[in-house]
């Protein structure tokens, strides 16, 4: 059963729908006949929408891709030979095929025995934890929150010696840390002013709704970050009460 808002091709032949069960299923406009031939797990459960852009860059220059992100995962996908249980995955695939990006099925890569999805955390080491927004694509990089309070922009190719899916950068606000902060929101890319916009809330650490607060952050997309460091940090922030 489709529970979320569909993602279209640019040309409306194909559309993308995430299904209570954690599948995505790719059907066509014309006549709602799928166009996959191969089931896509998410994994459940999930509560995003999926979003489809065209490549515009990288080894992929050209191709469309659908994006989509999980919830913490709670059951383990039997089609895949790792273990998903309590981690938190981005998945990207091919519109005409339904396969994951081949760079992220390289196995010097890591994420063949997740079948080409990427776990999500702020080091290779540290699960996410929370459930992440629909993920937002500018170019080569994968902008998405989660309710574990991070921020990542993740580059989706290779280049050099870093890795596919590995973070460019990413954010914590530290002055909210025990607040319960929590990012649900798609990031807003205003590309004419390389700046993205992105709320976050929290509840003040307490169950009482008064002291519950929501953040609207502006970043620059490439996060600001003091290289070799991959903290990002904004260039303002606003509390509303």
Do not use: C
């Not at 999926?50 to 990288?58: F, L, S």
């Not at 890569?109 to 694509?137: E, H, K, W």
Request: aromatic share 10%.
């Amino acid at each position: 059963m489709p529970l979320y808002s569909p993602a279209f091709t640019a040309d409306g032949a194909l559309v993308f729908s995430g299904t209570a069960d954690g599948r995505v299923v790719a059907n066509r406009t014309s006549d709602g006949s799928s166009h996959w031939t191969q089931t896509v797990r998410v994994g459940s459960p999930w509560s995003t929408a999926p979003v489809v852009q065209t490549a515009a860059e990288g080894p992929l220059a050209g191709r469309n891709i659908v994006y989509a992100a999980s919830n913490v995962q709670t059951v383990d996908d039997p089609d895949t030979f790792s273990d998903e249980t309590n981690y938190t995955f981005l998945h990207a695939r091919l519109v005409d095929t339904g396969e994951a990006l081949p760079q992220w099925l390289d196995r010097d890569v890591g994420f063949l025995g997740y079948g080409g999805a990427t776990p999500v955390g702020p080091t290779i080491l540290i699960r996410d934890g929370g459930n992440l927004t629909q993920p937002s694509v500018e170019g080569g990089t994968i902008f998405v929150g989660s309710t574990s309070g991070w921020l990542y922009a993740i580059r989706r190719d290779g280049t050099g010696a870093l890795p596919p899916a590995s973070i460019r950068w990413r954010y914590q606000d530290t002055v909210l840390m025990g607040l319960n902060a929590r990012f649900t929101s798609p990031v807003l890319l205003l590309i004419h002013k390389l700046q993205l916009l992105v709320t976050a809330n929290h509840d003040g650490g307490t169950p009482d709704p008064a002291d519950d607060r929501g953040i609207l952050y502006s970043f620059k997309m490439d996060g600001d970050v003091e290289l070799p460091k991959i903290d990002g940090r904004p260039s303002w922030k606003k509390t509303f009460p």
